[in-house]
């Protein structure tokens, strides 16, 4: 995978979290999940690229690295 496919996976991670939702327990579980699909991702993506820069991921992500 190339830096660019890096960007859009990270581009489409914060896009979902874009639209907020008015009830704060569903937002609350919504950015979980967005969380964890990102260091799930994150964690796939070091592993085929030792290189990968996990911190540089998150942010891109619009996420803390920790829950």
């Known amino acids: 995978m190339t830096i660019e496919d890096y960007k859009l996976i990270a581009q489409s991670i914060w896009r979902s979290g874009y639209i907020k939702d008015k009830n704060k327990v569903r937002q609350q579980a919504k950015e979980k999940m967005r969380h964890l699909i ?3 991702i994150a964690s796939s993506l070091k592993n085929e690229n030792p290189r990968f820069d996990q ?3 998150y942010k891109a992500c619009g996420i803390d690295e920790e829950i």
């Open 55 to 57: 911190s540089k991921f």
């Open 38 to 40: 990102a260091i799930d």
